[in-house]
């Protein structure tokens, strides 16, 4: 076994405690139509999981359809809903599909959110796919743009792009015009964080992601077939931040890169995802993700910043969703820890310093 092959190997092994693609492997999914044909053999797939979605899964296809620049990519979309009159819907509004051939699935079953993910690995054909969304887009220039970083590379096993975002909200979160200081710190990040990137990539390491997941949800996240089982493709068991810990074992084997290109936009909608329970969950996920780490991929003293990084994590879900966290309740769901004041500029001092800003 190759030397790289062998750290995702172990990587898995460390941090996968279940097999998912054994989980779902007894529920089949029915190929209910399929259109369109590559002229030749495409090097990427888009797949887009669905459940429950119409109107925003058509905006996600037409944005899959609309890449430009590269080999027609193949389009696999993969219903979590069960058989009814959806996929005849989309099909008769799905527009010609040009050189893309498109295949709609059906699974027998409901496989979850992140089974479905791996049911998207699993239907895909090619060496390179991202998994899109059904309220998530592509801009057109994605593929391209993601491909030419990957050959400049070399032999990455994923790379991620910036993205925008289509808030679709009835009621958005008012937004707060950032302070003089907030302005001049971000300015200062991002003119430090541009120093570390060479030819508009950057490695993502272990040590940038234990503050956190700054590269955000899977949108634009281009990746290796192969790799993705090789490091045991999304946990359910994850929830809700299955996505960030695959990004996390990535990064621990070596083969996870940041595009600096804003390529994709995410999807923000009325749903569970901006629940006080699921942000209260990703704190604590993101508390215990950190405290494994420590001692293998991060110094054994990084586990004094611990606590200073899950109260900050709590204020940002407040800032970014307007959801208040009980703090006391933070503090028994993470151990009986006790968590200090927010303290923003403490975590930049500690990122500069770590040189993960």
């Known amino acids: 076994m190759a030397a790289a092959s062998l750290v995702r190997a172990q990587t898995m092994t460390a941090f996968v405690a279940s097999d998912p693609f054994a989980a779902i ?11 369109g044909g590559s002229g030749s053999l495409p090097r990427a797939t888009i797949a887009i999981p669905t459940y429950r979605r119409f109107d925003t899964l058509v905006e996600a296809i037409a944005s899959a359809l609309a890449q430009t620049g590269v080999e027609p990519p193949d389009v696999v979309i993969v219903d979590n809903e069960g058989h009814g009159g959806k996929p005849a819907a989309i099909q008769k509004r799905l527009e010609e599909a040009g050189d893309c051939r498109v295949r709609y699935f059906v699974n027998a079953e409901n496989l979850g959110m992140f089974g479905n993910w791996n049911r998207c690995i699993e239907l ?57 200081r907030q302005r001049l710190n971000k300015a ?25 997941n700054f590269i955000g949800n899977g949108a634009g996240f281009l990746f290796r077939r192969e790799a993705a089982f090789e490091l ?12 960030f810990l695959f990004y996390v074992r ?6 996870l890169f940041l595009l600096d290109e804003e390529l994709a936009d995410v999807g923000l909608g009325d749903n569970e995802s901006l629940s006080y329970d699921v942000l ?5 996920q993101l508390h ?9 991929a991060v110094p054994a003293n990084w586990a004094s910043m611990t606590p200073q990084l899950a109260s900050n994590h709590a204020l940002q879900a407040e ?23 927010p303290d923003t500029r403490r975590e930049a001092l500690w990122r500069l310093r770590h040189g993960a800003f």
């Open 319 to 341: 800032r970014a969703w307007g959801v208040s966290l009980d703090r006391e309740a933070l503090e028994i769901a993470l151990g009986g820890i006790r968590l200090p004041d």
């Open 232 to 243: 045991g493709g999304y946990d359910p068991d994850e929830w809700p931040a299955a996505d």
């Open 250 to 255: 990535m990064a621990r084997a070596g083969g």
């Open 188 to 212: 200062i990040g991002r003119a430090l964080e541009r120093t570390a990137f060479r030819n508009g990539v950057l490695k993502v390491d272990a040590r940038r992601l234990f503050f956190g």
């Open 25 to 35: 492997s007894g529920v089949p999914s029915e190929l209910v139509w399929e259109k």
């Open 124 to 180: 895909s054909r090619t060496p390179w796919l991202t998994i899109l969304n059904d309220d998530d887009l592509l801009r057109p220039s994605f593929l391209e743009r993601s491909l030419a970083a990957v050959a400049r590379l070399g032999a990455p096993d994923g790379i991620v792009c910036r993205k925008g975002v289509r808030d679709r909200r009835a009621n958005p979160c008012p937004a707060r015009p950032p302070s003089a």
């Open 288 to 296: 215990t993700n950190r405290m494994d780490m420590v001692g293998e």
């Open 280 to 284: 209260f969950r990703f704190v604590t």
